[in-house]
């Protein structure tokens, strides 16, 4: 079974501020970094990290080699990146003195996939092997009837969620990563446990994964739920915090781990990446997040 993530890559612009800016304001940072991120790549780090053998699709600019660089330091298949014309995408990203961010995306050559880029991709990968999506490409329905047609299993993490996600057809979905935001914006619910257990009303057939921020990840299938409290620390910076969770649930799931050692493994490795700032740079390997498991 292979595992691609058709995903964007950002250059992101971290400015580090009092607090986020409001409307009309003019605030001056007193900190500014240039990280590599965007949640398809972020995600991807996460599953090479944790020890899954991916590949990541998608396009970046004529500025966009350090993703590739990236990708051959941590063991990311970059096969299927693309170089165009033009500019990568990129996030201009508050970052405020309790470690909340606030993130402004320009989609640059993240929105710029084709329909016979997509095909010359799935072409390479068959039914049974794994298609991880995100919010931050172009053609996101195309992409799901294609890989569904071919017997892909998708995994979508709804991320951010906008309208573009009504197009999909999510009964195509075969496991959801995503926060209770996202939930909400999917099943019209606001409360954690009725978000679950509207989701699971809605699609019986597929895993849900649910983060909560500070209170924890639930998991559902089936009728099997289960539960993951917060590792806490003192964060730093939560942007990849949760892209993070779904690289290493999903490294998790293809490796065969029991469902409450994937989450914990998960929930560890995220609470070590908020204590780092960026995102890419930010998240643990695998042998790390072992080794402060074993210290519990
Ligand atoms: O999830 C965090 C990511 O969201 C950042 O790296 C930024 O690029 C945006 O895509």
């Given amino acids: 079974m292979k595992v691609l993530n058709i995903g964007s890559m ?25 990280f590599l991120g965007g949640k398809g790549i972020n995600q991807s780090m996460a599953l090479a990290k944790a020890g899954a053998a991916v590949y990541h699709g998608g ?10 660089d990236a990708c051959a330091e941590y063991g990311v298949d970059a096969t299927y990146i693309r170089k165009i014309e033009g500019k ?48 931050e490409v172009n053609l996101l329905p ?23 996600l009504l197009e999909v057809d999510l009964n195509k979905i075969s496991i959801f990563l995503l926060n209770e935001v996202e939930g909400g914006q999917i099943t019209g619910m606001t409360d954690p446990d009725e978000v679950l257990e509207k989701m699971r009303e809605m699609f019986p057939h597929a895993k849900i994964v649910l983060t909560l921020g500070k209170d924890g990840a639930k998991y559902a299938e089936g009728e099997n739920v ?25 490294a998790g799931l293809i490796d065969g781990m ?9 929930a560890k490795a995220s609470s070590i990446a908020v204590t780092r700032n960026g995102a890419v740079q930010s998240i643990p390997l695998r042998a790390e997040v072992m080794e402060a498991l074993k210290e519990l």
């Fill in 226 to 250: 289960f539960f993951q409290p917060v590792f806490k620390v003192q964060a730093v910076d939560t942007t990849a915090a949760g892209d993070t969770f779904t690289g290493y649930f999903l």
């Fill in 10 to 34: 950002n250059l992101d612009y971290v400015y580090q501020v009092d607090h986020i800016v409001e409307p009309g304001e003019t605030e001056s940072s007193y900190d500014m970094n240039i």
């Fill in 142 to 164: 195309y992409i799901v009837e294609q890989a569904y047609a071919k017997g892909m299993q998708v995994a979508l993490n709804p991320s951010p969620f906008n309208e573009k």
């Fill in 88 to 135: 990568t995408g990129h996030a201009i990203i508050q970052l405020d003195k309790n470690a909340q961010n606030c993130i402004l995306l320009y989609g640059g050559a993240n929105q710029k996939l084709t329909k016979e880029y997509v095909d010359e991709v799935l072409a390479q990968f068959e039914a049974g092997d794994v298609l991880l999506l995100q919010n």
């Fill in 258 to 266: 029991e469902i409450p050692d994937i989450l914990k493994m998960s």
């Fill in 59 to 68: 396009m970046v600019g004529e500025d966009g080699q350090p993703f590739l």
